[in-house]
C-alpha cells in the first residue's frame, strides 16, 4: 500500500507558476511509474504527465508540454510539477498517481494507477 500526499496547490495569477509536491509513504524508486492528472469542475479527470520507474523519461499532454515539468526525487520518495505560464483553464484539482511499474507499458489513463493522492486544488485567476 502507498499513501501519497500532494501539497503546493494555491491561487496564482495568469502567467504564474506554481510547483506541487506528491510525497510518497514507501520508497517508490524503480517499482513505480509515477503521474499527475486533474478534475477541474463538471470534467472528467484528465491525465497531464507521468516520470518512468527506471530512467525518469517523460510524457506529457499535449495542452501542458513545454510549460509544465515533471521530475522526481527517488531519494526523498517524491515527485515534482512544476507549472509554468499558468492560464485560468489550468484550474482543477491535482491528483498525483503511482502505477506498479509492469515492464511495456505506458500508463496513461485513470485505470493504470494503483495508488491515488486526496489532491490539491490549483487556481488561476484572469
Known amino acids: 500500500q502507498v499513501q501519497l500526499v500532494e501539497s503546493g496547490g494555491g491561487l496564482v495569477q495568469a502567467g504564474g507558476s506554481l510547483r506541487l509536491s506528491c510525497a510518497a509513504s514507501t520508497r517508490t524508486g524503480s517499482s513505480y511509474v509515477l503521474g499527475w492528472f486533474r478534475q477541474a469542475p463538471g470534467n472528467e479527470r484528465e491525465f497531464v504527465a507521468r516520470?518512468?520507474?527506471?530512467?525518469?523519461?517523460?510524457y506529457y499532454a499535449y495542452f501542458v508540454k513545454g510549460r509544465f515539468t515533471i521530475s522526481r526525487d527517488n531519494a526523498k520518495n517524491t515527485v515534482y510539477l512544476q507549472m509554468n505560464d499558468l492560464k485560468p483553464e489550468d484550474t482543477a484539482v491535482y491528483y498525483c498517481?503511482?502505477?506498479?511499474?509492469?515492464?511495456?507499458?505506458?500508463?496513461?489513463?485513470?485505470?493504470?494507477?494503483?495508488?491515488w493522492g486526496q489532491g490539491t486544488q490549483v487556481t488561476v485567476s484572469s
Open positions: 516520470v518512468s520507474a527506471n530512467d525518469s523519461r517523460t
Open positions: 498517481a503511482a502505477s506498479v511499474f509492469r515492464p511495456r507499458t505506458a500508463p496513461i489513463r485513470q485505470v493504470d494507477y494503483d495508488y
